[in-house]
């Protein structure tokens, strides 16, 4: 059974750190890519950072890049989101996401999300 877990979410100060967590099981976690996504209220998802397999190419959304930085853990099967110089607007409920075609066929995973909340 495939799960992705989310985990490390809550509520942080303009400009404070924190890091979540997507555990994985159920699957084979260093052939798929990661993504993390956000989702605000009354926004659409949006994509914030992806990376390979096994982590030698990362992307980050430009209103994220230089503050965070993805990064994954394929013994631990666990991928992280390293959020620095935190922003009210980067509020949302973070997902991840797995992601791999396989002969023309897409496999993509969801988790249940967190809530990261940027206030004072």
């Known amino acids: 059974q495939v799960q992705l877990v989310e985990s490390g979410g809550g509520l942080v100060q303009p400009g404070g750190s924190l890091r979540i967590s997507c555990a994985a099981s159920g699957f084979t976690f260093s052939s798929y890519a990661m993504r993390w996504y956000r989702q605000a209220p009354g926004n659409e998802r949006e994509l914030v950072a992806s990376i390979s397999g096994f982590g030698s190419t990362t992307n980050y959304a430009d209103s994220v890049k230089g503050r965070f930085t993805i990064s994954r853990d394929n013994v631990q099967n666990t991928m992280y989101l390293q959020m620095n110089s935190l922003k009210p607007e980067d509020t949302a409920v973070y997902y991840c996401?797995?992601?791999?075609?396989?002969?023309?066929?897409?496999?993509?995973?969801w988790g249940q999300g967190t809530q990261v909340t940027v206030s004072s």
């Open positions: 996401n797995a992601r791999r075609t396989v002969s023309f066929k897409e496999y993509v995973y």
